[in-house]
C-alpha cells in the first residue's frame, strides 16, 4: 500500500523563524520563581550525609550529638541497620542519614556531627573488573543482568551475503544528568493534606510517588512545579530527599 508524502509548507509559519518563549519574561529578569525560592512560614532546611566510601558496610550510625545540635528538629537514619545486607552503601556519595534544622548553616552543622563506624569493602571501577567470576557482589543477584537482543529479518543469511564482516567492540563513557538547577523539593502540611514545590517533569509521577512513600490518598497531595532549570530525564519522582 502507497501513502501519501507530506510536502514542506511554501510559507511555514514556525520553522526558521524566531518564537517569543511564554516564560522567556519572567526568566530573562528573575521574576520566575524555582523550587529553590519557595520559602514558607516556620519553614525547616534538610541537609544529607552521604558516604565517603565507594563500597562499605555501616556498622553504626550515632545521631545523638546531631540530635542535640542548635536549630535542630529532626535527625533520620536513611540506611536500614537491622540486617546487614541491607546496610550496604554501592557507591561514593550514596545518603546515610539526614537533617533538619532551623537553618541551613545548623542543618550543615549538625551533618558533621553524625558519627559512622564504616567497613570499607573492595570496590570496581570498571565495567571490565565487575564481570570478572572473582568480583565482589555488588547485588546479591550479581553484577551481570541479562540483555535483550532485537532481530528482523534473517540475520545468518545477511552474513553470508556480505561482501565483508566487520566485528568490534564499542563503548562510551558514562553520560549523567548535569542540570544548573539541582533536585529540590519543598513541602508543607495543611492536616493530612500535603503541598509539595517540586524540581520536577513529572508533576503526577511526583504525585503518586509521594502518596505511595507517605501511605496517603493521591488526592490528599499536591505537586507545583512553576519552573524548572533541566532535567533531561532525571527529575521524575520525589527521590529520596
Known amino acids: 500500500r502507497g501513502c501519501a508524502v507530506p510536502s514542506w509548507p511554501a510559507a511555514p509559519e514556525l520553522l526558521g523563524k524566531p518564537t517569543p518563549r511564554v516564560d522567556g519574561p519572567a526568566k530573562a529578569t528573575g ?13 525547616l532546611y534538610a541537609r544529607i550525609l552521604r558516604s565517603p566510601h565507594a ?3 555501616v556498622r553504626s550510625i550515632d545521631l545523638s550529638a546531631a540530635e542535640k545540635a542548635p536549630g535542630v528538629k529532626a535527625v533520620l537514619p ?7 545486607e541491607t546496610a550496604v552503601v554501592r557507591y561514593q556519595g550514596e545518603e546515610i542519614a ?3 534544622a532551623e537553618t541551613e548553616e545548623q542543618a550543615r552543622d549538625a551533618v558533621r556531627l553524625i558519627k559512622v563506624d564504616y567497613e570499607v569493602l573492595p570496590h570496581l571501577a ?3 573488573q565487575a564481570m570478572r567470576p572473582e568480583a565482589p557482589r555488588v547485588f546479591p543477584e550479581g553484577n551481570v543482568r541479562a540483555g535483550s537482543v532485537e532481530e528482523e529479518g534473517d540475520i545468518e543469511a545477511g552474513f553470508k551475503a556480505a561482501a565483508h564482516i566487520v566485528e568490534g567492540v564499542y563503548s562510551t563513557q ?3 544528568h548535569v542540570c544548573l538547577e539541582t533536585h529540590g523539593c519543598v513541602c508543607e502540611w495543611e492536616g493530612d493534606r ?9 508533576v503526577h509521577g511526583t504525585r503518586e ?3 505511595k512513600a507517605l501511605g496517603i490518598p493521591q488526592a490528599n497531595v499536591r505537586v507545583i512545579t512553576e519552573y524548572m532549570g533541566g532535567g533531561f530525564g532525571s527529575k521524575f519522582g520525589p527521590d529520596v530527599q
Open 98 to 100: 539526614a537533617v533538619a
Open 55 to 57: 563500597h562499605a558496610r
Open 209 to 211: 510517588g509521594f502518596a
Open 174 to 176: 558514562v553520560q549523567t
Open 78 to 84: 536513611i540506611v536500614d541497620l537491622s540486617k546487614p
Open 31 to 43: 521574576r520566575a520563581r524555582y523550587t529553590y525560592d519557595i520559602h514558607r512560614p516556620g519553614m
Open 194 to 202: 500535603l503541598t509539595a514545590w517540586v524540581s520536577t517533569q513529572a
Open 126 to 128: 570498571t565495567v571490565e
